[in-house]
């Protein structure tokens, strides 16, 4: 059962428009959540977090909003660069568990069209 | 300060054929993982080891063991390879707090024959 959903295999945007990447999650126990971006042949890299005590985060052009009721999330990227072309993968954790797991959902491909 | 890093980079193995990945990482954390990400199935966990000395079981630990050889390092190993286990390989840690970030190597591409 997939506890971390990203139902958009891919998204295409022109750049300097906004990207939505969406993702929704089942698990109650999960408060806190996690965006990763990751470029071809490399790691995954961290992008931005939100706990569920608040319901947006934002750094720079990244913004990230949570809706607890819905269980959904998503990260919104204004304006779009065509560096910003990578997979972003939504995380999920417990925290108040003690093993600091994270349940990753499949990931969106984002492509910015110059 | 390197981060995370992973040995090898690449490798080809034969069916029956057994190997070990390696990672270390540099910045004295003690929570250590291995994933694998295969085509539309995103990062997948195969195992973790929560501190020094301890490993559990992730979502797909089957043909698969661990070794938390030190606090740095944190070896895969397959006995037995099968061309099912064809992945890349990502190892990461993270530290102790339960919201510090999981900080990623580069991954070992794997294709077994």
């Known amino acids: 059962d997939q506890q971390v959903k990203q139902n958009s295999p891919s998204l295409s945007v022109q750049e300097g428009r906004i990207s939505i990447l969406n993702c929704d999650y089942t698990n109650s126990m999960f408060d806190y959540f996690l965006w990763y971006k990751k470029y071809p042949a490399e790691g995954p890299t961290f992008l931005i977090s939100?706990?569920?005590?608040?319901d947006k985060n934002e750094d720079g052009r990244f913004t990230v909003f949570l809706n607890k009721s819905a269980k959904h999330l998503s990260l919104h990227i204004v304006p779009s660069q065509p560096g910003d072309s990578a997979v972003y993968f939504c995380a999920a954790s417990d925290s108040g568990g003690s093993n600091y797991k994270l349940t990753f959902g499949k990931g969106t491909l984002l492509t910015v069209n110059p | 300060n390197a981060g995370v890093t992973q040995t090898p980079k690449f490798q080809v193995l034969k069916t029956g054929q057994s190997m070990t990945l390696q990672c270390a990482q540099d910045?004295?954390?003690?929570?250590m993982y291995w994933y694998r990400q295969d085509p539309g199935m995103g990062l997948r966990l195969i195992y973790y080891s929560a501190s020094e000395g301890t490993t559990d079981k992730g979502e797909v630990p089957n043909g698969y063991n661990v070794s938390r050889l030190n606090k740095r390092e944190f070896s895969l190993r397959l006995e037995s390879a099968a061309p099912s286990q064809t992945s890349v390989y990502f190892c990461?840690?993270?530290?102790?707090?339960?919201?510090?970030?999981?900080?990623f190597g580069p991954g070992t591409r794997l294709t077994v024959l």
């Open positions: 910045m004295n954390h003690n929570s």
């Open positions: 990461a840690s993270t530290g102790t707090g339960s919201t510090d970030t999981q900080y």
């Open positions: 939100i706990s569920s005590i608040k």
